[in-house]
């Protein structure tokens, strides 16, 4: 953890933001954002991506006990087919920076684009969770509430075996839309009998 930043502008409260799911084919897309203090100690927090199922898992709670706020949102397929998957990763974004219990006064958003939060000035950073504590805590939280989610939906349709994809278009998944064909969790306007889905 030490090698990630405690904050990009000193002595400003800033919220950490991130999302999950942009490249599946179902299931919503995730967006967190959380604000730790500066003295927080998570000990093994890092990108999402680098990190063990069980190990995220295991730092969820400790994330959201130490943070001084935090919340997760989800953007359904439907509105997602509606505004197209960038925007809709902008809307979750929004959606969870207004949850937030105290308001950020910066927001640190991993990616290079972002829609500007009213009132709230941002920077984006590439990578950025595999940068700063507070972005990595907001992508491990995204990516397993998500995670999660998938994984209850997986028991109404095991069919696509979400509970190993997470709704993403590995070979099982895309051989079981060819199969049976997708149900009203799949974003329509994403390619379904494609290895990559459109992202527009």
Same mark, same amino acid.
């Given at each position: /953890?030490?090698?990630?930043?405690?904050?990009?502008?000193?002595?400003?409260?800033? *919220?950490?933001?991130?999302?999950?799911?942009?490249?599946?084919?179902?299931?919503? %897309? %995730?967006?967190?954002?959380?604000?730790?203090?500066?003295?927080?100690?998570?000990?093994?927090?890092?990108?999402?991506?680098?990190? +063990?199922?069980?190990?995220?898992d295991?730092?969820?709670?400790?994330?959201?006990?130490?943070?001084? *706020?935090?919340?997760?949102?989800?953007?359904?397929?439907?509105?997602?087919?509606? !505004?197209?998957? !960038?925007r809709?990763?902008?809307? &979750? /974004?929004?959606?969870?920076?207004?949850?937030?219990?105290?308001? #950020?006064?910066?927001?640190?958003?991993?990616?290079?684009?972002?829609? #500007?939060? #009213?009132?709230?000035?941002?920077?984006?950073?590439?990578?950025?969770d595999?940068?700063? =504590?507070?972005?990595a *805590?907001?992508?491990?939280?995204?990516?397993t509430?998500?995670?999660? =989610? /998938? +994984?209850?939906?997986?028991?109404?349709?095991?069919? $696509?075996?979400?509970?190993?994809?997470?709704? $993403?278009?590995?070979?099982?998944?895309r051989a &079981? !839309?060819? =199969?049976?064909? #997708?149900?009203?969790?799949?974003?329509?306007?994403? =390619?379904?009998?494609?290895?990559?889905?459109?992202?527009?």
């Amino acid at each position: /953890m030490s090698r990630l930043a405690a904050y990009h502008l000193k002595d400003v409260l800033e *919220a950490g933001c991130d999302e999950a799911g942009r490249g599946c084919l179902a299931g919503p %897309v %995730v967006a967190a954002a959380v604000i730790l203090p500066l003295r927080a100690r998570i000990p093994g927090l890092d990108d999402s991506k680098k990190l +063990t199922a069980a190990k995220r898992d295991a730092l969820r709670p400790l994330i959201e006990q130490h943070a001084l *706020a935090w919340a997760v949102v989800a953007v359904e397929p439907a509105e997602i087919d509606d !505004l197209n998957i !960038l925007r809709a990763s902008f809307v &979750a /974004m929004h959606r969870a920076i207004a949850a937030l219990r105290e308001r #950020p006064h910066h927001l640190l958003i991993d990616g290079n684009r972002f829609v #500007p939060y #009213p009132g709230i000035p941002h920077t984006c950073f590439v990578k950025g969770d595999g940068r700063f =504590r507070s972005i990595a *805590a907001a992508s491990i939280l995204a990516k397993t509430h998500r995670d999660e =989610r /998938m +994984t209850r939906l997986h028991d109404e349709h095991p069919e $696509y075996n979400w509970a190993i994809n997470k709704g $993403y278009p590995t070979e099982d998944h895309r051989a &079981a !839309l060819d =199969r049976i064909g #997708p149900c009203i969790h799949h974003r329509r306007s994403f =390619r379904l009998n494609y290895a990559e889905p459109e992202l527009f």
